[in-house]
């Protein structure tokens, strides 16, 4: 949601700074000026004519110190930026040729679907898997943080071995409703005047001072699943020295991290093979899903391939935080708006997922 505005600067700075190094190392190694050395194309030419590819001195650069200001390159000689370019992976997703997560396939994988808790908050105390022991298709269930993973030789059949499980949990003892969520949202608004995000002018005094009545409209904005095409889904294969991991993610090196944490394994253990996503909308950035699988596969000792259901997304998904928004303005006799006051109420998206981002 904000990858341009929090990135554009950052990133082409770090371009430019490896562009410049890579010059100076292609310069030092033909023995001219760096100023006469130009990359393009991923191949560094000097004013005679002589070439280098990257990887001949990508060696040398990364010995070299890091530019502070190297020097970006001008609007006008944007190749790529502003201007139309086709989509490399329209064709695979036109012709039903690209790999998703949830068509990743090893040999010898399993599938599991997950019992979690009917409310937020909730821990399990016990289970009872001892009646899906005589079917010949299941293979384990396994206690882990979220619930109870059932695991068979279909997600079919995990799924419908899921269903004659007992399950005992401890809920929280208050269970917190939209209406209560809201109820206390109301309470903050009248309590707490906030942060000011952006003032102009002096709104209350513009409608304190109006010809006319001020106008006051309160609204509510509901928590919302993201609701993806593709629901959650990962293909986990943990061993004793490595994970690998085949997951459409938006994060793949926060879903690294979520893995070492249930595995105990370091990063460079963990290896994540990202696939397309079918549809993100910052759910990926979380990588519950992913966690939930390496933790599985740690306890099932093979390749296990997790499906989320429809319902386990929409029951368990990390939603659009629900905010409560008290407007006022004032109008002119003419219907221009004079001024405007808006008062959000609601927690910080950023809030959410930073757990699965720190190491």
Same mark, same amino acid.
């Given at each position: 949601s904000? *990858?341009?505005?929090s990135?554009?600067?950052p990133i082409?700075v770090?371009?430019?700074?490896?562009r410049?190094?890579?010059?100076?190392?292609?310069?030092?190694t033909?023995?001219?000026?760096?100023?006469s050395?130009v990359?393009?194309d991923?191949?560094?030419?000097n004013?005679?004519?002589q070439t280098?590819? +990257?990887?001949?001195?990508i060696? +040398?650069?990364a010995?070299?110190?890091?530019?502070?200001?190297p020097?970006?390159?001008?609007?006008?000689d944007?190749?790529?930026i502003?201007?139309h370019?086709?989509?490399?992976?329209?064709?695979?997703k036109v012709?039903?040729?690209a790999n998703?997560?949830? &068509?990743?396939?090893?040999?010898?994988?399993?599938f599991?679907?997950?019992?979690?808790?009917?409310a937020?908050?909730?821990?399990?105390?016990?289970f009872?898997a001892?009646?899906?022991?005589?079917?010949?298709?299941?293979?384990?269930a396994?206690q882990i =943080?979220?619930?109870v #993973?059932?695991?068979?030789t279909? *997600?079919?059949k995990?799924?419908?071995?899921?269903?004659k499980?007992?399950?005992?949990?401890?809920?929280?003892?208050?269970?917190?409703?939209?209406?209560?969520?809201f109820?206390?949202? /109301? =309470? #903050?608004? *009248?309590?707490?005047d906030?942060?000011?995000?952006?003032?102009v002018g002096?709104?209350q005094?513009?409608? &304190?001072n109006?010809?006319?009545?001020?106008i006051?409209?309160e609204f509510?904005?509901p928590?919302?699943?993201?609701?993806?095409m593709?629901?959650m889904?990962?293909?986990?294969?943990?061993?004793?020295d490595?994970a690998d991991i085949?997951?459409s993610?938006?994060?793949?090196? +926060?879903?690294?991290?979520?893995v070492?944490k249930?595995?105990?394994?370091?990063? &460079?253990?963990?290896?994540i093979?990202?696939?397309f +996503?079918?549809?993100?909308f910052?759910? /990926?950035?979380?990588?519950?899903?992913?966690?939930?699988a390496a933790?599985?596969?740690?306890?099932?000792?093979?390749?296990?391939?997790l499906?989320w259901?429809?319902?386990d997304?929409?029951?368990?998904?990390?939603?659009?935080?629900?905010t409560?928004?008290?407007?006022q303005?004032?109008?002119?006799d003419?219907g221009e708006v004079?001024?405007?006051?808006h008062?959000v109420v609601?927690p910080?998206v950023?809030?959410?997922?930073i757990?699965?981002?720190?190491?």
């Open positions: 904000n *990858s341009l505005s990135a554009w600067k082409r770090a371009a430019a700074a490896v410049e190094m890579l010059e100076k190392a292609a310069a030092d033909f023995g001219v000026d760096a100023s050395v990359l393009f991923g191949v560094l030419t004013d005679a004519g280098l590819n +990257i990887s001949e001195v060696a +040398i650069a010995k070299q110190s890091v530019p502070s200001e020097a970006l390159k001008a609007k006008q944007f190749r790529f502003g201007k370019s086709s989509r490399l992976d329209a064709a695979a012709q039903g040729t998703f997560g949830i &068509d990743a396939s090893v040999d010898d994988m399993v599991a679907v997950v019992l979690r808790s009917p937020i908050g909730g821990r399990l105390k016990s009872d001892s009646e899906l022991n005589a079917d010949k298709d299941f293979i384990g396994y =943080d979220t619930g #993973a059932v695991v068979a279909s *997600s079919w995990a799924r419908k071995l899921s269903e499980v007992s399950l005992d949990w401890d809920l929280p003892q208050e269970l917190i409703s939209t209406k209560a969520a109820e206390l949202y /109301r =309470d #903050a608004a *009248s309590k707490d906030g942060d000011v995000v952006r003032e002096d709104a005094e513009a409608i &304190d109006s010809s006319n009545d001020a006051e409209l509510e904005m928590f919302l699943a993201h609701a993806t593709e629901p889904n990962c293909l986990a294969h943990v061993q004793e490595r085949w997951a993610t938006q994060g793949p090196d +926060i879903a690294q991290v979520s070492a249930v595995t105990h394994l370091d990063l &460079d253990e963990v290896h093979h990202n696939q +996503i079918g549809g993100g910052g759910r /990926r950035l979380n990588q519950d899903f992913i966690g939930e933790e599985i596969s740690m306890a099932a000792k093979r390749p296990v391939k499906v259901s429809r319902e997304d929409m029951k368990n998904d990390f939603y659009r935080p629900a409560f928004h008290r407007l303005a004032s109008v002119s003419s004079e001024a405007w006051k008062h609601g910080g950023m809030d959410w997922y757990w699965d981002a720190a190491p």
